[in-house]
């Protein structure tokens, strides 16, 4: 659970700030297109996101890639109490988008998390709900949006490659494309 906490606001922060794209369409990847979301991430569209309604200005992520904070062994060594000591990494995640329309309660994200080649999620979760998550609320108004939101990566997630997978629309039954996301994080 703490890996869902700590994986879903990086990917709904970056649902603010990113072109729509398609992770379960039919549309197809054309060899040579550039997917990668602008700005510092590991974050690429799933698809061409010409007909999308969140138009990605950027996306910035510090440190890039995410990582694990390394445990400093001398003070587990040295310090009686080392349990208070901070294990995690903190993300910061920046980003700014523009939204063609407005997003209303109902909106969606198919979400997917694989470790290694084990899926551990794959739900359709409430976009207004997860949302709240980077301090935003339903409706989502037309128009530029800026966030900026420090998560806590905490020390438990175990190494590994994670691959994720975000796809978002708006309320069904239109169940327009907002935006699709997807990154490969090493921890």
Known sequence: MKL?????PLLLSS???SKSISFFGSDQQVLGDDLTVPGTSPLMFCSKTDDFILAIEYINLTPNPPEKLV????????QANAHGI?????????AAGTFSQDIEEGAYINLQVKYGLIRLINQEADLCEQIKNVDLECPIKKGLTNITKEIELPKEIPKGKYTVLADAYTAKPESKKITCLTTTVEF
């Open 4 to 8: 869902i906490s700590a994986l879903a």
């Open 15 to 17: 649902l603010v700030a």
């Open 71 to 78: 445990i400093f062994q001398f003070l587990q060594l040295f």
């Open 86 to 94: 901070n294990r995690g990494k903190t993300l910061k995640v920046e």
